[in-house]
């Protein structure tokens, strides 16, 4: 019997809430800082929500949209693109942008991968990119089947709460759809060619050990990145969904010393 997905009960509409707040410049030196927050493919804004809550507190402008074909049903995933994706993060980016004197993206897997996107297609717009155990390749061998099983298969079980601290749920779809995967993938492709464009900072964390995303990511990053200002830094304690996980203090300490430098340097 083939596997044909998991039932189609919906998630909690108050947990994967989208989140829109405005800057607090009374506690950013005057400046109005804006910062978009993108979760991961099947995942929610629940994954983002603790870093999100946390740059508000700092007093920058957050701004978390939740993806099309997310938070609802995983059925949904397999009706939108790429493309789709796309223009919801440039929506985020636009609002902020002309709300704030500088912005930053923020992202977690494809979440990093469409922050990536951003800063390729928007250039010097944006002060800097994070991301956090990004995808944007694959080693798996499988990967190269979807063309033709996203025809036949709707899903298949899918890699949830890849997280080593005990009790933490990032609410997410139970499957990978499959015609969704093939759309991330071509995105991927299209993004890996486009790295050269990006020439602005880059921090990026990577879980030693992650369950989801490999090393392809990583290589593919330093080969193809024009940024003059890249670093990686390794996290020990965390899995895929390092946001929710041990290492979550050090990535938001972390992040915000990045955003506050970078946003100063673009602002001259």
């Known amino acids: 019997m083939p596997f044909r997905g998991a039932p189609a009960a919906p998630l909690d509409p108050a947990l994967v809430a989208p989140m829109s707040v405005a800057a607090k ?4 030196g005057g400046r109005r800082i804006g910062v978009l927050v993108q979760h991961g493919f099947t995942g929610s804004c629940a994954s983002m929500r603790p870093w999100a809550e946390d740059l508000a507190a700092r007093g920058y402008a957050v701004e978390m949209p939740l993806l099309p074909g997310h938070g609802t049903r995983w059925q949904d995933m397999n009706r939108v693109t790429w493309s789709d994706w796309v223009a919801t993060v440039e929506g985020a980016f636009d609002k902020l942008a002309a709300e704030n004197d500088a912005v930053v993206a923020v992202g977690l897997s494809m979440g990093g991968a469409l922050s990536l996107r951003l800063a390729a297609d928007r250039g010097e717009q944006l002060a800097g990119v994070v991301v956090v155990n ?7 061998k499988d990967a190269v089947l979807l063309p033709v099983l996203k025809r036949f298969v709707p899903a298949f079980p899918g890699i949830r709460n890849d997280i080593k601290k005990p009790g933490m749920d990032e609410i997410a779809y139970p499957v990978m759809p499959l015609k969704a995967a093939h759309e991330m993938s071509v995105g991927w492709a299209q993004l890996r060619r486009d790295l050269p464009k ?17 090393i392809s990511t990583s290589r593919a990053l330093h080969a193809g990145l024009s940024s003059r200002d890249f670093e990686e830094r390794v996290l020990e304690d965390s899995y895929h969904v390092a946001t929710l996980d041990h290492d979550a203090p050090r990535i938001f300490a972390e992040s915000a010393e990045f955003i506050d430098r970078v946003t100063r340097e673009q602002q001259g």
């Open 134 to 140: 990004a995808a944007i390749d694959t080693l798996r």
């Open 198 to 214: 990006i020439t602005i900072p880059v921090l990026s964390f990577r879980s030693k050990d992650d369950h989801v995303a490999d």
């Open 25 to 28: 410049p009374e506690l950013t």
